[in-house]
């Protein structure tokens, strides 16, 4: 009877069916890095949904999903197959987190910007049973995982900036630098906005992202530009006086309006551009200038 008993439990065993697996490799990444979603474990031929959803930091939804198929395996790999409906069609690794959008019913006009960037997004991953939708009730989660997005990878610094009547944070990369260094300018809507600044820095650029209306701590009112050239140029003065920034290599980018004293720093204010450095970009009203000296 011993003998039979352990038969019985290895048959049991080999008849053992694991569940579903979605992962996504790696799990904590910068906004901009390519994440491998997968999943296994599944019937051949099978329909599936792969859906992500996450909240904004006004609470608001955002979601995206795609439809697969899996192959002989029984697996799918987004960095590989193709979606055949949903957000997006075609191969695209990253369609779940560009595709992103309200969900159904949110309040009107929502834009996403991230305020704290000491924060990640939440983004939660989910592979749902055939071809289906956020909106539709019934759904059969089969798995699931949760990413982390971040724009300020480990060891960014983030110093906030109120001198010589400058309002900006400042991010600074890991390590003793001198960094190559931007002036990061944002548009009309005001404010301070970091998470572009933040991101440079996490790839190796110090970042002083720069408020120049809609913000408190600016004179005059909060709806109208009440500086001029002088605090442009002051604040791309406190870049080239940092001790942790190489002073030969400062770049300004400019969104929307921001692009109007972009151009002036480059071209009036009196700071030194190597022409053969200067990259002008224009898309869709954004006009990005690079420039610094030659070594």
């Given at each position: 009877?011993?003998?039979c008993?352990?038969?019985?439990e290895?048959?049991?065993k080999?008849?053992f069916?694991?569940?579903?697996l ?23 031929n ?7 959803q ?23 790999n987004?960095?590989?197959d ?14 779940l ?5 309200p969900?159904?019913g949110?309040?009107?006009?929502l834009r996403?910007r991230?305020?704290?960037v000491e924060t ?7 592979l749902?049973?055939g071809?289906?939708?956020p ?16 724009y ?5 610094r983030?110093?906030e900036?109120r001198?010589?009547n ?8 890991p ?7 931007m002036?990061?300018l944002?548009?009309m ?7 572009r ?16 209306m ?15 050239d002088?605090?442009f ?7 080239q006086?940092h ?9 300004v980018?400019g969104?929307?309006?921001?692009v ?11 700071f030194?551009?190597?022409p ?11 006009i ?8």
């Amino acid at each position: 009877m011993f003998v039979c008993f352990l038969i019985g439990e290895v048959r049991r065993k080999s008849s053992f069916r694991q569940s579903p697996l979605l992962t996504a490799t790696p799990v904590r990444a910068l906004i901009d890095e390519q994440i491998s979603i997968k999943g296994r474990f599944l019937s051949q031929n099978y329909p599936v949904t792969v859906c992500a959803q996450m909240h904004s930091e006004e609470g608001d939804l955002w979601e995206a999903f795609a439809h697969y198929t899996t192959n002989a395996s029984g697996s799918i790999n987004l960095t590989s197959d193709h979606s055949v409906g949903g957000s997006y069609v075609g191969c695209e690794p990253m369609g779940l987190f560009w595709a992103l959008e309200p969900a159904l019913g949110s309040r009107e006009g929502l834009r996403l910007r991230k305020r704290n960037v000491e924060t990640p997004y939440m983004v939660n991953i989910s592979l749902l049973e055939g071809h289906t939708s956020p909106s539709e009730g019934q759904r059969t989660e089969l798995a699931a995982v949760t990413t982390e997005r971040w724009y300020m990878a480990p060891g960014v610094r983030r110093i906030e900036i109120r001198q010589n009547n400058i309002v900006g944070t400042l991010f600074l990369p890991p390590g003793p630098g001198p960094f190559p260094a931007m002036l990061d300018l944002w548009g009309m809507g005001g404010g301070l906005l970091e998470y572009r600044s933040a991101l440079f820095a996490s790839r190796g650029f110090a970042s002083l992202s720069v408020a120049y209306m809609g913000h408190k701590d600016l004179p005059g009112p909060q709806h109208i530009m009440s500086v001029g050239d002088s605090y442009f140029k002051s604040a791309f003065q406190l870049l080239q006086d940092h001790c942790q920034v190489d002073a030969d290599r400062i770049g300004v980018i400019g969104l929307s309006y921001g692009v109007v004293p972009t151009l002036r720093i480059a071209t009036t204010i009196g700071f030194k551009v190597n022409p053969k450095l200067a990259c002008f970009e224009i898309c869709n009203m954004i006009i990005t200038v690079l420039f610094a000296s030659e070594k």
